[in-house]
């Protein structure tokens, strides 16, 4: 399935306001864990940040911010953004979808494989969680390649939906992600190196 985007692409579009102070905020407390899950990733962990309700906040609201009135209801992908997904849409007071990994969701699901930077994987929503041409703001914590994203926005499509954008707290530089999701809204806090 090949994601049906509905709005152009753009990096970091539109900063909310406070996004300099913000943004230092975030980028002073990921971790960097060389070598995980496998020899070559530097893995970027944002539990420092989910550790922190007023950061995880502030995130919440810079995501509605920019994306006010162009969605629907969230998209969480597992597992992290999960904290982050739920958040938003509580601070948006829209419903939350959960993409799952495979066989963790009952009931008739929709289904997408991808790959990642390192291995294959699969998500999956439950068939009922859209509504015909619900507008849908896709959330994780990192953006990477771009896999992810773009098998979550195909099941979004593939629920009937359409793509509002997608948001994250932080893309993985010269990964080029957010190319892979065009023409799709991409809003990314910032960049940190790969």
Do not use: C, N, W
């Not at 439950?126 to 015909?132: E, F, I, T």
């Not at 771009?146 to 593939?158: D, I, R, S, Y």
């Not at 993985?172 to 790969?194: E, K, M, N, Q």
């Amino acid at each position: 399935m090949t994601p049906q985007h509905t709005m152009s692409t753009e990096i970091t579009p539109t900063a909310p306001s406070g996004a300099a102070a913000l943004r230092a905020a975030v980028r002073q407390r990921i971790r960097v864990f060389p070598d995980f899950p496998q020899p070559g990733i530097q893995f970027q962990d944002l539990t420092p940040v989910f550790g922190d309700p007023a950061l995880v906040r502030r995130l919440a609201t810079a995501f509605t911010e920019v994306f006010a009135g162009a969605f629907d209801r969230v998209l969480a992908i597992e597992a992290r953004g999960f904290i982050l997904g739920t958040a938003v849409a509580a601070a948006a007071d829209r419903p939350l979808i959960l993409a799952r990994k495979k066989g963790k969701l009952p009931g008739p699901v929709h289904r997408a494989e991808y790959e990642l930077e390192y291995g294959t994987a699969t998500l999956e929503i439950q068939r009922d969680a859209l509504a015909p041409g619900a507008r849908v703001l896709v959330v994780d914590d990192v953006l990477a390649t771009g896999g992810t994203f773009a098998a979550a926005g195909a099941l979004v499509t593939g629920g009937g939906g359409d793509i509002a954008g997608y948001a994250v707290a932080a893309s993985i530089g010269g990964l080029d992600g957010a190319a892979r999701l065009a023409p799709a809204r991409v809003f990314s806090l910032l960049t940190t190196d790969g």
